[in-house]
Structure formats: structure tokens, C-alpha cells
């Protein structure tokens, strides 16, 4: 499922993507199995075009993306009277029949996410009773259903408290090294989000992809 | 435990009331006939005179309420849907005054009789559904570039030229084509003939087939065009596929039973409360059922006054206070 461990699942050259001018150039981008790899950058500088151009969900207007990805955005509304397992149905919209039904494989994907995320005793739950960390557990799984082998998340710990906000992003890690996926991140809670990734990229504003310890001293004027 | 007595409740809840509407408006819709003699009749007995109420006014005017009622609730369930908003409806929408203009077009301006029979009816009825059509059609192509509020603002934006439209035509009436065309625009479940309830049928039961088929894209629509994009739903298609259905079945039942407000707002509603989900696949049958339950008790209503009531009338009397009882329980926890 998740290939070669030594090959990429995704890679992404020379690439540039915006509306009219792009954010950035000649991003050059690897991810492989067992990454967790942290994306910051001020706002504005196209973190969400960048993961959204990976996901194939834009065309860029350079470069080219090799493999796929399945992005979890971020603010999904929680939609009052949807269990927690009626939403990761939902979200095997290609994967389901014409009335809804899943196949067994399917199911049986439901069961390991909910397994693989620690939310099974949620699974009958209404989304509007879930706290913002078990739902955005809830949004991870749905990409898990889908046989996610690189996963994208756009701020997946905005909003969370701290406690919720490690949960979080101790689950990415594990997910990453347990199941060998590939994780890539947006966040701005870089103290924490630096602590559990693997790698660290920053987009400047200049639109230049930097990846290392320093990447994001190089982006953000206080942290130098 | 509760949430589950609850959820398997309605299923045989619904039927059985609908059922017993069907049956009290049969029996005691009415002035002209006694509940004794519409029993008499309904049984195979009474004068013929019995008879014909109670087949051809009460009967079909029984069905046009379940008929008008499944499909408003139906378009509702379905544009609350696509606009991720709990006040749309098609008569919120612009699609019902879009009808409205056409039929006023055609009323006016020398259409036909609405109150006559079918055929003379049939010119205003093609006029409403061809409005509701121009309606959907001006909304759909929004829709391919915009969704959410901005697309509601338009819908109702849309209404209210369609009104202003409506009452230029009034003014310009003459007063006994005026008369027809407010007898109309108040609602009624009396102008439907067989030939009448068979085309909403089958507007009903396409409109149906094609919300149930779309029922998993509405689901996505709810929590959003970019986590419909990221599940690789498509979420444009999904849309016009909805407004298709809504237009097909709120301009069948608005060109033959006039603009009737409210019920497709307030049966999605009382559904997701009755059931405690918002899955399409559970919420869409039971908005059917729960319209045409409402639609019945309004006539009912309607006609338990010495003068018979505008069904858009009871509709509203009847369903508002439910409504705002369910939405302080459902939404104020």
C-alpha cells in the first residue's frame, strides 16, 4: 500500500502554482514513508495553495506533481445529526454505490481507522457532541478510510487547546512511523508542531521553499 | 438508548399518522358533508350525491395536500442542503415567485380559469411550471461559480423581482381576473383533477428518485465545498442535480395549488428533530412523509372554518408554533 520505503509516495519539481502570480517557484518537494513533515509560513505566503497543488486539487503553472494525496482541510463544520461513523461514510463518496451502500472493504476500512485513531467509543456519537480534538481526529480518519498513503493537512491544530493540540500532533507522528504514510502539515503552533515532526519546511515571501531547523527563523522576522 | 428508541420510532410513526390524516380529511373535510354520510359513502354506501364529494372533491383535494406536501418538504430537505442553511426553501428561493409571475402572466394577460377543470387550468399550470423553471434555471447558473450565502442572497434577491414583477401584472388587471389570480396565489389543494394529480405524481416521484440517487453528494455539500473536493465529490454537479429535482417538483405542485410557503421549510426540520440525523438517506423519505402530514393537517384545518381557508394560510398557523418549539429545543442546547 505505502510502495518502496526508500522511494517517495509523492514528489513534486520545479513546481509553481497561484491565481494570476504565483505564491512560489521551483519547489522542489520528496515525501516519503514515515514523514512528518511540518509546513509553515507567514500567511499569505501559499502554504494551503502549496498543499492543494499537491493534493491535485489545483493545476500548477509550472511543474509537475508525481503520486497522490488526499488533503484533509481545514474547518469542516460539525454538522449536527451525523454520527461520527455516518462522517467517515460520507466521505467515501467515490468509494460507495448509488443508494450509499459501502463494500466490505470499505467497512473494514472504517473499522481500522477508527481503530487506528483511538475512536471507536466515539463512533456513535453525534459530530456536534465531539470536542475539537476528537473531531479533528474524526477529519485524519476520514482520509485514513480512503486508503490515504500521503496525507495533507491544512492547520490541522487551529483552534485547538494545548492539550488537544499535542494529541493531535503526537497522532500525525504516529501515524506517519506506525503505518509508513506520509504526512505533511500546515501549522503556526511552530513550538509544539517543530517538537513532533520529522521535517521542517517553510515557505517564505518570497515564495522559496527552505526545509531544515532553520527554515522557519528564515521566514518569520521575530524568531531571528 | 433513547436516541435509538427515537430513530426507529418515527418509522412506523409517520406512515400510521399520515394514514389517519389521509382518512380524517376524507371523513371530516367539510362543510357539505356530514361525518356520518362521508363514512356511509366511504364504505359503499350513501346518496350519490355523497358519493361525488366524497370521490371527486374530497379524495382528489386529500391527495393534491399529500402530493404538495411530500414535494415542498422534499425540494426543502434538498435546499437546505445546497445552501448549508436552515431558512431555504423554494418559496424562499425565488422559484415559487418565479411560478407565481408566469401564472400571473398567464392569468391575467388571458390565460385560463385555475379554479375551472384541468384543461382549462392546464395554460396558467404550464405558465407557473415554465416560471419555476426560468427561476431554477437563472439560480443553477449561479450556482456553478457561487454557493453558500451569497448564492441564498441571490435566491432571495431573485424573489423578490419576481414578486415586484407579479404585482405590476396585479395592477394592471382587471378585477375579476385579479380575483382568480389571489384565489390562486393564497394556495389551495382544490384545483388538482386526475389528470392534474397524475403529472405531480410523476414530477414527485422523479424529483424523488433523483434527490434519493443524489442523497450522498448532499451529504458532502453540508460540511463544505472544499471537504466535497477533497472526498473528489463534485460538488457543482451535485447542486444542479438538486435544484433540478426542487425545480421539477415545486413547479408541478405550485403551478396547480398556488405558492404554498412554509411547509419545506419547517418538515426537514421537524424531521432532523424527530429522527436526531441529517443523513439524506434517512432525513429525505421522512421529509416526504412529514410534509405531506403537515399539507393534510392544514386542510384539515382549512376546512373546519364556515368558510374554507386559504391552505397557505393554516399552513403557516399551524406549522410556525412547531417549529419554533423544535428549534429552541433542537438548537438553544
Not at chain 1, 82 to 109: I, K, V, Y
Not at chain 1, 152 to 176: G, M, N
Not at chain 2, 118 to 134: E, K, N, T
Not at chain 2, 229 to 246: F, V
Amino acid at each position: 500500500m505505502t510502495g518502496d520505503p526508500i522511494s517517495p509516495l509523492l514528489r513534486a519539481s520545479n513546481l509553481a502554482a497561484g491565481f494570476g502570480t504565483p505564491l512560489f517557484r521551483g519547489v522542489n518537494l520528496s515525501l516519503a514513508p514515515g514523514d512528518c513533515a511540518l509546513l509553515c509560513g507567514p500567511n499569505g505566503s501559499g502554504k494551503t495553495t502549496l498543499l492543494r497543488t499537491l493534493a491535485g486539487l489545483q493545476s500548477p503553472v509550472e511543474g509537475s506533481v508525481e503520486g497522490s494525496a488526499i488533503l484533509v482541510p481545514t474547518r469542516i463544520p460539525k454538522v449536527r445529526g451525523f454520527s461520527l461513523e455516518d462522517f467517515l461514510r460520507s466521505s467515501c463518496f467515490h468509494e460507495s454505490g448509488p443508494w450509499g451502500h459501502l463494500s466490505a472493504d470499505s467497512l473494514r476500512a472504517i473499522d481500522e481507522a477508527l481503530d487506528r485513531l483511538g475512536i471507536r467509543y466515539l463512533a456513535g456519537r453525534d459530530l456536534a457532541s465531539l470536542s475539537d480534538g476528537q473531531f479533528q481526529k474524526a477529519c485524519i480518519a476520514t482520509a485514513l478510510v480512503r486508503r490515504a498513503a500521503v496525507l495533507l493537512l491544512d492547520e490541522p491544530t487551529a483552534f485547538l487547546d494545548v492539550d488537544a493540540r499535542l494529541e493531535v500532533l503526537r497522532t500525525l507522528r504516529s501515524l506517519a512511523e506506525g503505518r509508513r504514510l506520509a504526512i505533511l502539515f500546515s501549522s503556526h503552533d511552530l513550538h509544539e508542531a517543530t517538537r513532533e515532526a520529522t521535517r521542517i519546511l517553510a515557505l517564505s515571501p518570497s515564495g522559496v521553499l527552505l526545509e531544515g531547523p532553520d527554515a522557519p527563523a528564515a521566514c518569520f522576522h521575530n524568531l531571528r | 438508548m433513547y436516541a435509538l428508541k427515537r430513530e426507529n420510532a418515527y418509522r412506523w410513526l409517520l406512515p400510521v399518522l399520515l394514514a389517519v390524516l389521509a382518512l380524517l380529511d376524507l371523513l371530516l373535510g367539510g362543510r357539505t358533508l356530514s361525518f356520518r354520510e362521508a363514512l356511509a359513502a366511504l364504505s359503499g354506501g350513501g346518496s350519490p350525491a355523497a358519493g361525488q364529494i366524497l370521490w371527486h372533491i374530497r379524495a382528489p383535494r386529500m391527495l393534491a395536500a399529500i402530493l404538495a406536501g411530500a414535494g415542498l418538504a422534499l425540494s426543502g430537505a434538498q435546499l437546505q442542503a445546497v445552501f448549508r442553511n436552515p431558512l431555504a426553501d423554494p418559496h424562499i428561493m425565488g422559484v415559487s415567485a418565479g411560478a407565481g409571475t408566469a401564472a400571473a402572466l398567464a392569468t391575467l394577460l388571458g390565460g385560463g380559469t385555475l379554479l375551472g377543470n384541468f384543461a382549462a387550468g392546464l395554460p396558467v399550470a404550464i405558465a407557473a411550471f415554465l416560471g419555476a423553471v426560468a427561476a431554477t434555471a437563472v439560480i443553477v447558473a449561479v450556482a456553478a461559480r457561487h454557493s453558500g450565502a451569497t448564492l441564498l442572497l441571490f435566491g432571495v434577491m431573485l424573489g423578490f423581482v419576481f414578486s415586484a414583477l407579479t404585482s405590476v401584472l396585479a395592477y394592471l388587471a382587471s378585477e375579476e381576473r385579479l380575483k382568480l389570480f389571489y384565489s390562486w396565489s393564497a394556495g389551495s389543494f382544490s384545483g388538482l383533477s386526475g389528470s392534474g394529480l397524475l403529472l405531480v405524481a410523476l414530477a414527485l416521484a422523479a424529483a424523488f428518485l433523483l434527490a434519493l440517487l443524489n442523497g450522498k453528494g448532499l451529504d458532502i455539500l453540508l460540511f463544505g465545498d472544499d471537504y466535497a473536493a477533497a472526498t473528489g465529490a463534485p460538488a457543482g454537479r451535485i447542486r444542479t442535480l438538486a435544484l433540478l429535482s426542487c425545480c421539477l417538483v415545486t413547479g408541478a405542485v405550485t403551478a396547480f395549488c398556488g405558492p404554498l410557503g412554509f411547509v419545506g421549510i419547517a418538515a426537514p426540520h421537524i424531521v432532523r428533530w424527530l429522527t436526531g440525523s441529517s443523513v439524506h438517506r434517512r432525513v429525505l423519505p421522512a421529509s416526504l412523509l412529514t410534509g405531506a402530514i403537515l399539507c393534510l393537517a392544514a386542510d384539515l384545518l382549512s376546512q373546519c372554518f364556515p368558510v374554507p381557508l386559504p391552505a397557505g394560510s393554516t399552513l403557516a398557523l399551524l406549522g410556525i408554533p412547531i417549529l419554533l418549539i423544535i428549534l429552541k429545543t433542537r438548537y438553544d442546547r
